[in-house]
């Protein structure tokens, strides 16, 4: 079974950083797609970014230089550098890993607040 466990939120001010962690373990996770979601209170879930693979990446508008995507297949893990964060930013991020065949499992969430 799938297990994700998100690391690295926190409260942060305007223009400052974070880095996030989705340590995942239950399989092996070098053919998998790995990215994070986040969801602001009172809106839906949505992509920030993600990973395949080979090392192709995705990154919503929103974020695009400011956020940068990376996984270590050793450690089964995936990160999510957030430089330059503002306000709009506050949400729960949500890591997601997603199989060649088969469904998307979700870590539980860590939550990101900036603000000063």
Excluded: H
């Excluded at 991020?93 to 900036?114: A, D, E, F, H, Q």
């Amino acid at each position: 079974q799938v297990q994700l466990v998100e690391s690295g939120g926190g409260l942060v001010q305007p223009g400052g950083s974070l880095r996030l962690s989705c340590a995942a373990s239950g399989s092996r996770f070098n053919d998998y797609v790995m990215g994070w979601y986040r969801q602001a209170p009172g809106k839906q879930r949505e992509l920030v970014a993600r990973i395949g693979s080979g090392g192709r990446t995705d990154y919503a508008d929103a974020v695009k230089g400011r956020f940068t995507i990376s996984r270590d297949n050793a450690k089964n893990t995936a990160y999510l550098q957030m430089n330059s964060l503002k306000s709009e930013d506050t949400a729960v991020y949500y890591c997601m890993v997603t199989p060649p065949v088969g469904g998307t499992s979700w870590g539980k969430g860590t939550l990101v607040t900036v603000s000063s």
